[in-house]
């Protein structure tokens, strides 16, 4: 059974730059999707950033030029790098996967399998 297990969020101030981790434990699947969401205090979670086996990414359009989606790879640990940070990136971050590729990527109803999360908070 996968497992996902967030790190590296923190607080920071805006304009600069966090590196989150996720460790993937135990992911057989031969296609996949693996990503990024987070969910600010009373707002719905949003996809930031999906990466599929071939390797598309894909962005959403709020973060696209300053977040970066990666994997290692023995697809052990799954990155967000965020750049250039602003106020509205604070929420908690989760990753996210599941097998084969998501049609709706970026939904969070397209994935099965979440870690705990973890917080980004930017200060402007």
């Known amino acids: 059974q996968v497992r996902l297990a967030e790190s590296g969020g923190g607080s920071v101030q805006a304009g600069g730059s966090l590196r989150l981790s996720c460790a993937v434990h135990?992911?057989?699947?031969?296609?996949?999707?693996m990503g990024w969401f987070r969910q600010a205090p009373g707002k719905e979670r949003e996809g930031v950033a999906v990466l599929r086996s071939g390797g598309n990414r894909f962005y959403a359009d709020s973060v696209k030029g300053r977040f970066t989606i990666s994997l290692d790879t023995d697809r052990t640990t799954l990155y967000l790098q965020m750049n250039s940070l602003k106020a509205e990136d604070t929420a908690m971050y989760y990753c996210?996967?599941?097998?084969?590729?998501?049609?709706?990527?970026?939904?969070?109803?397209?994935?099965?399998?979440w870690g705990q999360g973890t917080q980004v908070t930017v200060s402007s």
């Open positions: 135990e992911i057989t699947y031969s296609t996949y999707s």
């Open positions: 996210a996967a599941r097998e084969g590729w998501a049609y709706l990527v970026l939904r969070d109803s397209s994935y099965n399998t």
